[in-house]
Nanobody, 123 residues
């Protein structure tokens, strides 16, 4: 059974930083692409970033470019999302997701999801 557990969310002021972690179990982690998505209240879930099994990264949310980075540690079965220069518009529930296919910004590509971690950025 695949399990994804996010952590690292919290409350931060504008300009602050957070590092989200997502630890996976029940899958061959090194062979999977891992994506980060976010969903703000009243909005659709959107793709933020993805990292594939070669550690190639793709950003899907243009607003986070040059502020967020994604990385993975296969030895720890963990993917990270480093978020710097946070803005109030980054406030959302952040989810990680796993797929055995290629990275995509489409939620339909990912069969496995975590429960999410809340990020709140105050102005």
């Amino acid at each position: 059974q695949v399990r994804l557990v996010e952590s690292g969310g919290g409350f931060v002021q504008t300009g602050g930083s957070l590092r989200l972690s997502c630890t996976a179990s029940g899958l061959p982690f090194a062979n999977y692409a891992l994506g980060w998505f976010r969903q703000a209240p009243g909005k659709e879930r959107e793709g933020v970033f993805c990292i594939d099994w070669t550690s190639a990264a793709t950003v899907y949310a243009g607003s986070v470019k040059d502020r967020f980075t994604i990385s993975r540690d296969n030895a720890k079965n963990t993917v990270y999302l480093q978020m710097n220069s946070l803005k109030p518009e980054d406030t959302a529930m952040y989810f990680c997701a796993a797929t055995s296919f290629y990275c995509s910004g489409s939620i339909g590509v990912y069969p496995d999801w975590g429960q999410g971690t809340q990020v709140t950025v105050s102005s």
